[in-house]
């Protein structure tokens, strides 16, 4: 079965540091992959998503991912963070032809102004 | 905007107690979702729906079933709360039938807690 993992639980970084978040997936096939993003007190929105062509996919507020089929990744990338980037980051993938979307477990990210 | 409406922000019930955790979406959305976020754990797939009277299982469905009767709307029910079902409760609704699940629009969840 599928699975995602985010390796990093918490990160804490300064404001206009540079954000590497690792995802990885364990089961290989053609897949979609998805970055969702949860504020404080918000609920989980889409950050950005691959589903096939160029695999360096940009999302909203200038944060990009890049699919590396050879290392079954999928990491999330941003130059400057902000602190309104404090938020917690899930990692999503779904095998073409499955009906479940399985997330990782997440990451904490804290930007400290 | 897609409005995916929960019911309750915060529910608290007792050991034994029946629980209806109750979704709406405004968007016609055929599918539907509910999922259990635990910290450490991450976002687990309880139930889908991908029409009306449709229904599957997900990942952890155990303690739980759910109802679709009308199409925007979509309930989770615990049958007899426990309280390792202390949880956040997630609705979502997906877009696009023909990609199935290609982007969720999530509620702003449901804090069960069951003492």
């Known amino acids: 079965a599928q699975s995602v993992s985010q390796h990093n639980h918490h990160v804490i970084l300064s404001e206009a540091a540079s954000l590497e978040l690792g995802c990885n997936y364990s089961y290989g096939g053609t897949v979609n992959l998805f970055w969702y993003v949860q504020y404080p007190g918000q609920h989980l929105q889409l950050l950005l998503k691959y589903f096939s062509g160029d695999p360096l996919v940009k999302g909203i507020k200038g944060f990009e991912a890049e699919f590396i089929k050879s290392k079954f990744s999928f990491n999330l990338r941003k130059p400057s963070v902000q602190w309104s980037d404090t938020a917690e980051y899930f990692c999503a993938v779904k095998n073409t032809g499955f009906q479940k979307l399985v997330f990782g477990t997440g990451t904490r990210l804290l930007v400290s102004p | 905007d897609v409005k995916v409406t929960q019911s309750s922000r915060y529910l608290v019930k007792r050991t034994g107690e029946k629980v209806f955790l109750e979704c709406v979406q405004d968007m016609d959305h055929e599918n539907m979702f509910w999922y259990r976020q635990d910290p450490g754990l991450g976002l687990r797939l309880i139930y889908f729906?991908?029409?009306?009277?449709?229904?599957e299982k997900g990942d952890i469905p155990e303690g739980y079933s759910v109802s679709r009767e009308k199409k925007e709307r979509f309930s989770l029910i615990l049958e007899s709360a426990s309280t390792n079902q202390t949880s956040m409760y997630l609705c979502?609704?997906?877009?696009?039938?023909?990609?199935?699940?290609?982007?969720?629009?999530f509620g702003s969840g449901t804090q069960l807690s069951v003492l």
């Open positions: 979502a609704s997906s877009s696009n039938p023909g990609q199935f699940e290609e982007k969720l629009f």
């Open positions: 729906s991908y029409d009306v009277k449709m229904k």
